[in-house]
């Protein structure tokens, strides 16, 4: 388990600023953490770069159908970087009802957004980061007794300070720590072609772990299905 610093260390070795041995000052502690922590947050917007799906629940209150969502809302957890599927509904005798999550657009189409009903149905997430919060919007609004269980994408950690102890999943140390030598660059220092090559080669082999598995499927429209019973035959 490496260090922030340990990581910084090699990443400026590898653009030849730094020595094995040397050590950060004061200034290059703030400055260089900084960039790094920007450089983890443009990352978690990026799906294949997300190694795990949060699943988290929440109480509802009856007939109230928006709760914020972040550090401090009324779900006081990390803001989602976005919420997926499955998302559903659990009332007290443990039976789950899914909820289909509808876009801005959809959304908006629906003329009484605060009618009352029994279980909601549907879920948009408004992650407009009003005060550093998202909103989540349910249709029609919950009765008492509840609970909202959602999947989310979660940004990559960020780091407070550079002393702070690292444990990341296989391939990502390797993945940041060539990177962030590019990032750190920013044009003024020329990285070799064989530290650009195992950036792009390490964060490339990180989001071909991270993606979901695909599903093909054809339309049924263009599918001719056959019936077949102990009369007729296959």
Same mark, same amino acid.
């Given at each position: 388990?490496? *260090?922030?610093? @340990?990581?910084?260390?090699?990443? /400026?070795?590898?653009?030849?600023?730094?020595?094995?041995?040397?050590?950060?000052?004061?200034?290059?502690?703030?400055?260089?953490?900084?960039?790094?922590?920007?450089? $983890?947050?443009?990352?978690?917007?990026?799906?294949?770069?997300?190694?795990?799906?949060?699943?988290? %629940?929440?109480?509802?209150?009856?007939?109230?159908?928006?709760?914020?969502?972040?550090?401090?809302?009324?779900?006081?957890?990390?803001?989602?970087?976005?919420?997926?599927?499955?998302?559903?509904?659990?009332? %007290?005798?443990?039976?789950?009802?899914?909820?289909?999550?509808?876009?801005? %657009?959809?959304?908006?189409?629906?003329?009484?957004?605060?009618?009352?009903?029994?279980?909601? !149905?549907?879920?948009?997430?408004? !992650?407009?980061?009003?005060?550093?919060?998202? @909103?989540?919007? $349910?249709?029609?609004?919950?009765?008492?007794? $509840?609970?909202?269980?959602?999947?989310?994408?979660?940004?990559?950690? *960020?780091?407070?300070?550079?002393?702070?102890?690292?444990?990341?999943?296989? !391939?990502?140390?390797?993945?940041?720590?060539?990177?962030?030598?590019?990032?750190?660059?920013?044009?003024? @220092?020329?990285? =070799?072609?064989?530290?650009?090559?195992?950036?792009?080669?390490?964060?490339?082999?990180?989001? %071909?772990?991270?993606?979901?598995?695909?599903?093909?499927? /054809?339309?049924?429209?263009?599918?001719?299905?056959?019936? =077949?019973?102990?009369?007729?035959?296959?």
């Amino acid at each position: 388990m490496a *260090s922030v610093s @340990t990581m910084i260390l090699r990443s /400026m070795r590898l653009t030849g600023e730094k020595e094995r041995g040397d050590t950060l000052s004061t200034n290059e502690q703030t400055e260089l953490l900084a960039e790094l922590n920007t450089m $983890l947050e443009s990352w978690s917007i990026e799906r294949a770069m997300c190694y795990q799906i949060v699943q988290e %629940s929440f109480s509802l209150s009856s007939s109230v159908g928006s709760y914020t969502i972040g550090s401090g809302g009324a779900f006081n957890t990390t803001r989602p970087v976005k919420i997926v599927d499955p998302c559903f509904i659990r009332d %007290s005798s443990d039976l789950d009802s899914p909820l289909k999550i509808l876009d801005a %657009s959809a959304y908006g189409r629906i003329v009484q957004k605060n009618i009352d009903g029994t279980y909601p !149905g549907y879920l948009f997430y408004d !992650g407009a980061f009003a005060s550093s919060l998202g @909103t989540i919007f $349910l249709y029609p609004e919950p009765q008492a007794g $509840l609970t909202l269980y959602i999947n989310s994408w979660q940004q990559l950690q *960020s780091f407070a300070n550079v002393s702070t102890a690292v444990a990341l999943p296989p !391939g990502y140390q390797r993945a940041i720590e060539f990177n962030f030598a590019i990032e750190m660059s920013g044009g003024y @220092t020329k990285v =070799s072609p064989e530290v650009a090559k195992i950036a792009r080669e390490s964060k490339a082999a990180v989001k %071909s772990l991270n993606l979901p598995d695909a599903f093909m499927r /054809m339309d049924v429209g263009i599918i001719q299905t056959y019936t =077949s019973n102990i009369l007729t035959g296959p």
